[in-house]
């Protein structure tokens, strides 16, 4: 498997576009999560997905962030309207919590997003 | 949720045996202790993980007492490559089929020529 694919690598854009993030996650994972991470909060859990429904959004900062889960093998979270101060990495992660002694998250290598 | 304490740095020279202690003095009966490893530029990878007293894999080893109430991941000769940033985790029992688990600090590991 090729692990956890994140696009794009990269983002740069300007304050009021919007911005879509995109995850495959590992075939077989029922879990999902989106992670942001700075040097001021470290990293933080935005939202999770179990079977593709979303379980937990506490830790999505704003309105401006949305998150979906059409299948099992797709992932986007979207910023509209972006601001400078969502400038981050974004983490996608996905695992398989059927077996809870061996409960580990595989993450991606992440979207570096800059707002300007 | 269990929250966990680690050092914020530490620094090691190349060969040395590193130990890093985590404290997490409210973990639950049903939680598990897991520690990421997290290289500059690349999301966080998992190394080890274990219940009580120790566990071994060929990367770490994880020792926890019997209270439970802290861990300690050790890394025998460690290399330059092994900089990066620890992570100490402990899930939330309570969130049911799923162990929600919080990402401290971390421990940002420098190794020394």
């Known amino acids: 498997d090729a692990g956890v694919i994140q696009s794009p690598r990269h983002e740069v854009t300007e304050m009021g576009q919007e911005v879509t993030l995109r995850c495959k996650p590992i075939?077989?994972?029922?879990?999902l999560f989106w992670y942001r991470q700075t040097m001021m909060r470290g990293l933080e859990l935005l939202i999770y997905?179990?079977?593709?429904?979303?379980?937990?959004d506490s830790g999505m900062p704003e309105d401006r962030f949305s998150a979906k889960m059409p299948n099992a093998s797709f992932s986007t979270l979207k910023i509209q309207p972006s601001e400078p101060r969502d400038s981050a990495v974004y983490f996608c992660?996905?695992?398989?919590?059927?077996?809870?002694?061996?409960?580990?998250?595989?993450f991606g290598s992440g979207t570096q997003l800059s707002v300007l | 949720l269990a929250k966990t304490t680690q050092p914020i740095s530490m620094d090691s020279y190349e060969g040395q045996e590193v130990n890093i202690t985590c404290s997490h003095n409210?973990?639950?009966?049903?939680?598990?202790i897991t520690w990421y490893q997290q290289f500059p530029s690349q999301g966080p990878r998992f190394i080890i993980q274990?219940?009580?007293t120790k566990v071994t894999n060929e990367v770490a080893s994880l020792f926890i007492p019997a209270d439970r109430k802290s861990s300690t991941l050790s890394l025998p000769r460690v290399s330059l490559s092994d900089t990066a940033v620890y992570y100490c985790?402990?899930?939330?029992?309570?969130?049911?089929?799923?162990?929600?688990?919080?990402f401290g600090t971390g421990t940002k590991l420098q190794v020394i020529p």
């Open positions: 992660a996905s695992s398989n919590f059927r077996d809870p002694t061996n409960e580990k998250l595989f």
């Open positions: 274990g219940y009580k």
């Open positions: 409210n973990i639950a009966t049903n939680d598990y």
């Open positions: 075939s077989g994972h029922d879990y």
């Open positions: 985790l402990v899930g939330d029992s309570n969130s049911g089929g799923y162990q929600k688990v919080t």
């Open positions: 997905f179990n079977n593709n429904v979303p379980i937990d």
